[in-house]
């Protein structure tokens, strides 16, 4: 028995049933023991997701080698955001547990890299991190929120359908905009990068005085 004993054994359960069904009891019962015996390698479930996720983030895509340092950076978000696709569970799950583990330091290492070579200073390439993968991962539990619902292709016609039907009177902007508000796919990822990327190398990090 050891901490990655039991993470072997509760990945070969994600596999095999999927997230929902990886809980201390379950992993303890694969491993045919108690489940108090966990928690001298595990915290709790939260933890065991977390290092689920962290394990499969081993499998983060090397962007293809563009010359600039942006471009390297967007496809190694890119790739973060291909394994939580993979996974749709881990993708809402990620919103709210953060991994710590080997492999999610790897990646932050990485983007932390990517920024150095970008010029962004330290200061602001700290906070950025953050806020990079947060829209990654955001961009991915929306997706598999979307995947997972039955309703979600009906709702987007009927919300396409409001807009081009919008009275100008009242929602004037609307109107002007049209069903361009819902457009973009892939485009709009790019450029929502583009939009985080720009502004942490034009906005200087607010200090607070001690």
């Not at 023991?33 to 709790?44: E, F, H």
């Amino acid at each position: 028995m050891s901490r990655e004993g039991v993470i072997a054994a509760a990945l070969s359960l994600f596999h095999e049933e999927g997230l929902a069904k990886v809980t201390m009891r379950r992993v303890a019962a694969v491993l045919d023991t108690g489940p108090a015996s966990l928690y001298v390698y595990i915290s709790d479930t939260e933890d065991l997701h977390a290092e689920i996720l962290d394990a499969l983030l081993a499998d983060v895509a090397e962007p293809s080698s563009p010359a600039d340092w942006r471009g390297r950076l967007k496809g190694t978000l890119r790739g973060y955001i291909a394994v939580l696709f993979e996974h749709p569970e881990l993708a809402r799950m990620a919103m709210s547990t953060m991994p710590s583990g080997a492999n999610y330091l790897a990646l932050v290492e990485k983007i932390l890299a990517l920024l150095k070579e970008g010029g962004v200073p330290d200061g602001q390439a700290a906070w950025a991190v953050d806020l990079l993968l947060l829209f990654a991962t955001a961009q991915a539990a929306e997706k598999a929120a979307w995947k997972a619902s039955a309703r979600s292709p009906s709702n987007f016609s009927a919300l396409a359908a409001i807009i081009e039907t919008a009275d100008v009177e009242t929602l004037p902007n609307i109107v002007r905009h049209g069903t361009d508000l819902l457009s973009g796919r892939g485009d709009r990822l790019d450029w929502g990068f583009d939009v985080l990327i720009n502004g942490v190398l034009k906005t200087r990090r607010m200090e607070t005085k001690s």
